[in-house]
């Protein structure tokens, strides 16, 4: 096989949705073969839509407690569990600008229930200031951020949004079509099983409603096939 019938053969199982490892089963290559052809097909893909190039793109750590992974098992061992983030995925994410720039947007899901839960707007910057934008994002963890695929990143929050309108809640209010296409095309529903152990996970925060939470869990799954972790106070 030569390498343009490699790289379509590539193409035609990753437009299906077929992970490269499979891919790389399926041709009979190292999955090292098959890796970088993926890459460079997605990124073909995002510059034909108007998209940069993929400068990076981090998460917390302990983004995958919970999470089911196997069908990227490679994913997991890109997390080292904190602790203090379980449920979380708080993803920033670069793309190359004009002149050595580059445009960086961040985003925040709740990945064991209510999903896609903040989206900040773009800001443009020099591609040098970006170290430093990490850093600054993610300066309320206590361990730095991982740097992950971009595949990753556009999984745990596209993913994350998908799985929380199946329960009835919709993502944000700021997270709109431009802040999704920033990710990139995704062609879901992917294979990471959202939710905690296989069942939504709802813990509250300070601008929750948890009795209506609680409410729409019920109706969209049914007592007892979610839990539930409240702080005192009225529901």
């Not at 995002?46 to 919970?66: F, K, P, T, Y």
């Not at 730095?144 to 994350?160: K, N």
């Not at 990471?192 to 969209?220: C, H, K, M, W």
Request: aromatic letters at 8%; glycine letters at 12%; hydrophobic letters at 45%.
């Amino acid at each position: 096989m030569d390498d343009a019938e490699l790289v379509e053969q590539v193409r035609r199982r990753w437009e299906q949705g077929v992970p490269p490892k499979v891919i790389a089963r399926a041709l009979g290559v190292r999955p090292s073969v098959v890796t970088p052809v993926v890459r460079r097909i997605a990124a073909e893909a995002d510059v034909s839509r108007g998209l940069g190039r993929v400068l990076g793109c981090w998460v917390n750590c302990g983004w995958s407690v919970g999470l089911g992974l196997d069908g990227h098992p490679e994913w997991a061992e890109l997390d080292a569990p904190a602790g203090e983030a379980e449920g979380f995925a708080q993803v920033l994410v670069a793309r190359e600008g004009r002149r050595g720039r580059a445009t960086v947007r961040g985003y925040l899901a709740d990945v064991h229930c209510l999903g896609v839960k903040n989206a900040r707007d773009p800001e443009t910057m020099d591609a040098g200031r970006i170290p430093t934008a990490v850093r600054t994002y993610y300066a309320a963890f206590d361990r730095p951020a991982v740097e992950i695929p971009i595949e990753l990143g556009r999984e745990l929050i596209l993913g994350a949004a998908a799985y929380a309108r199946g329960l009835g809640f919709e993502p944000a209010g700021a997270f709109d079509e431009d802040a999704a296409a920033f990710l990139g095309e995704w062609d879901g529903p992917g294979r990471i099983e959202f939710g905690r152990d296989g069942q939504p996970f709802y813990l509250n925060g300070p601008y929750d409603n948890p009795a209506a939470v609680i409410a729409t869990l019920e109706r969209s799954v049914g007592a007892g096939n979610f839990h539930v972790s409240v702080a005192v106070g009225p529901m």
